[in-house]
């Protein structure tokens, strides 16, 4: 059980490398990798669901008796973020609606429930950044699909109900049910059931990735100036992400940890659920810039976790 428990940590760790490993080899092996595709959404419910075993009910009752910093990092993501892509891509890329769809969908989707592991190695609020993140992750099934018909209604066509009753499934429902099960045990599953299934998690998490990078293989193989502007965009556009909540944190005068939760909360983005959608719902060039995000998710995160650790030692007073 410990070699179990090992492997999964050894994951988690090092997904700065393994994120963009698992993009290249999807990339290289698409038609050997793609046999995966059936199994994506049961994956991504069963990462859904251990992730939330570390949430509780009482967690959002905290966090809304005090709501300012999550109602901005929701308004930031939900709204900022998405409105931000849209505009920029429409300006940069608008000859390419499908490249703007795919835009457009990175900043749409939830947050990244991953951004609970940065947190915590970084000290962040964690009340904070899981109730933050079972909103966003409910939300998201209306969210999402109101976010594509406003901004891109007349551009492509969303099947918004469809997309609805899927992100039910595969998202809110095991978001849910992971909350309320560690509610009803009293913590015991976040303690106990939790750790044991967290290396299933990260494997799944790892799969997914590889299975929804087969769908940029085409593009990525032939390679265009524009999608390597696309690609320049999306890096840059992540930067601003993390940069965003960190600004945000520090005008509203928060204390270290909630700086770092908005961080990361505002930054990082559920890119294996915008993957899936693109996959199910779109042509495949709109998986482009949603799947090449994994390429700088984890290393900004990396990088913007060194910053806030600098951040940290300068803010704290030094002995006479």
Known sequence: MEAWKRLGGFIGSRMA????????????FPDQLCVLKPAVTALFAFMTFQSSLSNTLGNLT???RRPAPMAVALALT???MPVAACALGTMLFGESPNLVCGIVLEY?????VISAMWTNMLGGDPALTLATILVSTVASPVTIP???HLMLGQVVEVDAARMMGEMVVSIALPALAGTALNDVTRGRAARELSPVIAPAAK??????ILCNATGVAPYVRSLTPQLVCVAAFICAFAAC???LGLVAARALRLPRPQIASMTYLVGMRNISAGAVIAGEYFPGEVMFPVVIGTLFQQVLAAGFGSALRRMGRED????A
């Open 62 to 64: 905290r966090v809304v």
């Open 316 to 319: 704290t007073p030094r002995e």
């Open 78 to 80: 939900a709204i900022v």
């Open 17 to 28: 490398f393994v994120s963009p490993a698992c993009v290249v080899l999807g990339v290289l």
């Open 108 to 112: 749409s989707v939830p947050v990244a």
């Open 241 to 243: 992400g993390y940069a």
């Open 203 to 208: 494997i799944a998490l790892v799969l997914v």
């Open 146 to 148: 109101l976010t594509l």
